[in-house]
Structure formats: C-alpha cells, structure tokens
C-alpha cells in the first residue's frame, strides 16, 4: 500500500441531462489523482448532450422512446414493439448511443440478416426495411432532443429490397402458377377472373363483403367497422366513418387509417341492390334466431357473425382464403382486391383524382405508384394508340413527299420537228384591240409562232445590247428574223 503505483485512482460524479435527469458517472482507471480530477473536470464541462449520448444506452434509449410515442395507431406500436424487443435491443442494446455510427450499424444488420424469424425463415428484406425504419425513428427523436449530432441509421441500405407491386394474373403467370406454384407477393385479378369468383360465392353469407370490397376498393378494417346507420341506400352513397382493425388478435376500432380515409364512396345500382339483399338476409337470420329463442345481438354492424355481433376482421381473411382456394382460380390476398379495384376502375375510364379520393389516400402519388396496376387491355388499347398515331404520321409524311415530287417533276419534251401540246386554252373575256396595229401591218416575212429552241429553255424571248456572233454561227444567221432560227438539239 506504500507503493505510489499499487491501484488506480477513480471519479464518482451527478448532473443533470437534457431531459432533466440526474445522470450519475463513475470512472476510473487513472493513475494519478490529478488525471481523475482532470478527467472528471472534462466530463462536467462537456454539453450536456455529450453526457447525455455517453450515458443513455440503445437499450434504455428505445424503451424511452416508446413511451413517448402516445399517439401512434395500436398496430403501429405493436409492431415497433416487436422489432425493438426481439431484434434491436438483444443486438444494440449494450451500446451506447454516443458509440452508435454507419459503420457500427452496418455490422449489425448483417449480423441480423443471417439469423432467421419466429417461424424459422430467414429474416426477409421487407422485415429488414421495417428494422430500419424504426431504428431511424428512434434516432429522429435523439436528433430533435440534440443528444446526437446526426442519425446513422439513414446510411443504411437493405439488399434485395424492392417496394412491392401489383402484377396482374395474365394467361402466361396462371400457367406457371398450375406448374411451379409460385405466385406474385401482390396480384391483381382481370375482371373476367373476379367475375368467376363473384360467381362461385354468390350463396355465401359475406358476399356483399366480397363485393363491395372488390368493385370499391375499402379496406378491410373499413368493412368490418361499416355501420347501416352510415350507408344511404336511396341516395347511393356510404360515408367510411372509423376503422376496425386488429393490434396481435386484439380487435381495436377507432378513426379511419389517416385523414382522408374519412370519405363518402358512391354507390352503382348493382351494389345498392347487392347491400339491400344483404339486409333482407340479416332481418331474416335475425327472425330466425330469435323464433328459435337464441340470443341475437343488435349491434348496428353491415357484416356480423351468426348471433349479430361484429365481424372479426382476421375471420374475414381467413374465410377469404378459404372461398379463393376453392374457386380453384390463382391466388390473392384479402387487400389485393382494393388494389383490383383500383385498376378495374382506371380501365373502365376514372381518373387518378376520382381514384385518389375512392380509396381515400392522402396522395395522388400513393394511388398512382402503388395502387393502380395497368391491366392487360388498357395497355392494348395504349399500344394500338401509340402504333396508329406513327403509322399516321409516316402517311402523312409520304404524301406530302409524292405530292412535291409530282409538283417538281419535269414536263416530257417535245419530239423533234413536232410542235409542243398546247392545253387547251380558257374561255377568255373579249379585250379591247388597239386600232393602231392590225394584223395587216405584220411583216410578211415573220412566220407563224412555232416552239422556241429546246436547248434554252429560260432565255428571255429579247436582250438588249448588241447580238455576239458565236464562232459556228454565221452573219446570214444572226440576220434571219426571229422564228426562223435552226433548230438545235
């Protein structure tokens, strides 16, 4: 103990950080008591979000983080839940938030992609992204609140990940479909196809669901949130009003998925009497049910299970499933049909405003990008355009070019010692002679007009100035009166 070197020196310290928490720090390690004391003069004299970003971990920095978040939708936080309990915390918890930076976080989400998911498969890319993206909201807070400086997790890149879209169930994809089995992640139905399972499921209790879903595009939570006191039958229109959707198997109803999700959606004749079947059936069940003396709820829903009570929107899926396996046509998902409905109603002519405000998106871009599939005949109906509007063009473009080359082609020559054809002349209107020159004071010695010499065409009939002899030309010639020239060739 005598020795100056036997042991270390430590600091033990408090202060507040900028959340208004007492942070406490021990250090140690030094080997002297003025290098504790220097280095616990630096710490207390570092910001404040310096002490805050060395001293809160990832692990307690998430949970805070999810406290904070009191006005996220139920789903929403069950899934950042899940991400942040079983993924980030047992791979970033132990870090420091001061620690955290792009190469860091690289290393660690290829670490995650090698590990597999609850059900034994490899983490996907999708599953990845959503990683991601609640990390990077996780860090946004720490960058608003100033404990970091900037957000690393905006460097990073998932592989492989590529924003789903819908394909459309053509001839070719059905074949492959009845070979191999494999199907897109997100298909459409042709209107021929949804017709054959509108037909199969014509008796089923939901069929008002089905179709109302597949030709106007609500939601799932949408449908089974749909009250009758929110539908007009006479005027044909239904307003969407709240959303009944599920947080694990929790059922949670509330507003409607974002703002322009409250709408009203108008209604065809066919779907006024398909809703009106529907609630001539549920009167009848109800009748039944209660002559038989079992229990009936009266709880105001459009679609409900036996005794009246709402639908449960996981039992709409699943009886989705089971009525598509059947009908033996390829497979879609329940939220598929919203994306049919979409590009069924863009072929049949709506706009992407009429679309925009049917699917209740707060963006054209949405509807535009991700919910409107071009469907096999509007892309006929385009290339035919396309091809006519070229074809056109190039007619137009040859018969201009025939037209000006019938207009600069050259009149055939005449034959020689034959007079050129003349077309005949136009009716003229008499003129009025000059007495002074009669056909009597014309030389005698002037032919008649005949052709001018071929082999000048553009002369000029008279030039003034004196006339040049040529060398194979002789005087005789040049006094001959004009008419009488030799004719050249």
């Not at 939901?206 to 949408?222: D, N």
């Not at 990008?369 to 473009?397: F, G, K």
């Not at 005949?424 to 010695?445: D, E, F």
Request: with cysteine; glycine share 6%; hydrophobic share 35%.
């Amino acid at each position: 103990m005598g020795d100056r070197t036997h042991g270390t020196w430590h600091f033990h310290c408090s202060a507040r950080n900028v959340l208004g928490r007492s942070e406490r720090v021990r250090r140690g390690g030094f080997p002297s008591q003025a290098a504790a004391r220097r280095a616990r003069d630096e710490w207390l004299a570092a910001t404040q979000a310096q002490r805050t970003a060395g001293g809160w971990t990832v692990q307690r920095w998430l949970r805070h983080w999810l406290e904070q978040h009191t006005r996220i939708r139920p789903t929403t936080r069950l899934h950042y839940t899940r991400d942040v309990e079983r993924v980030l915390i047992p791979h970033l918890g132990p870090y420091r938030l001061a620690d955290l930076d792009a190469r860091l976080l690289r290393t660690v989400f290829d670490q995650i992609a090698q590990t597999t998911n609850t059900k034994g498969l490899p983490q996907s890319a999708s599953a990845m992204q959503h990683l991601r993206t609640t990390l990077r909201a996780a860090l946004n807070l720490a960058v608003k609140h100033g404990l970091i400086d900037g957000n690393p997790a905006r460097h990073i890149t998932v592989a492989g990940y590529r924003k789903p879209h819908a394909q459309v169930w053509t001839d070719d994809r059905v074949h492959a479909w009845h070979t191999t089995g494999e199907h897109p992640t997100v298909a459409v139905w042709t209107a021929p196809q949804l017709g054959a399972f509108l037909d199969t499921v014509t008796d089923d209790p939901l069929f008002a669901f089905w179709w109302l879903t597949a030709l106007r595009g609500l939601r799932r939570g949408e449908m089974c949130g749909l009250r009758w006191t929110e539908i007009d039958l006479d005027r044909g229109v239904l307003y969407v009003e709240r959303n009944r959707t599920t947080a694990g198997y929790q059922v949670i109803e509330g507003d409607p998925k974002t703002a322009a999700g409250r709408r009203p959606v108008a209604l065809d004749k066919r779907t006024i009497q398909v809703l009106r079947d529907h609630r001539q059936r549920q009167r009848d069940q109800q009748s039944r049910r209660q002559a038989a003396g079992k229990t009936w709820v009266d709880s105001g829903y459009v679609f409900v299970r036996k005794d009246g009570s709402p639908l449960h929107p996981g039992y709409a899926s699943g009886r989705f499933r089971l009525l598509v396996k059947r009908a033996g046509i390829p497979p879609v998902r329940l939220h598929d049909l919203r994306h049919g409905a979409a590009s069924l109603a863009h072929e049949a002519g709506a706009d992407l405003k009429t679309l925009q405000d049917m699917l209740g998106h707060s963006s054209i871009v949405v509807t535009a990008d991700t919910y409107t599939s071009v469907l096999p005949h509007a892309q006929r109906r385009c290339a035919d355009a396309t091809a006519h509007l070229v074809l056109a063009a190039a007619h137009r473009t040859r018969a201009k070019i025939r037209k000006n080359g019938r207009r600069n082609r050259p009149q055939p020559r005449p034959a020689a010692h034959t007079p050129a054809r003349r077309a005949p002349a136009k009716a003229k209107k008499p003129q009025v002679t000059n007495p002074r020159r009669s056909p009597s004071s014309r030389n005698v010695m002037t032919p008649e007009w005949h052709p001018r010499d071929t082999h000048r065409p553009n002369r000029p009939d008279s030039r003034k100035g004196p006339n040049r002899v040529p060398a194979a030309r002789t005087p005789y010639d040049l006094a001959r009166p004009k008419g009488l020239e030799p004719l050249t060739f």
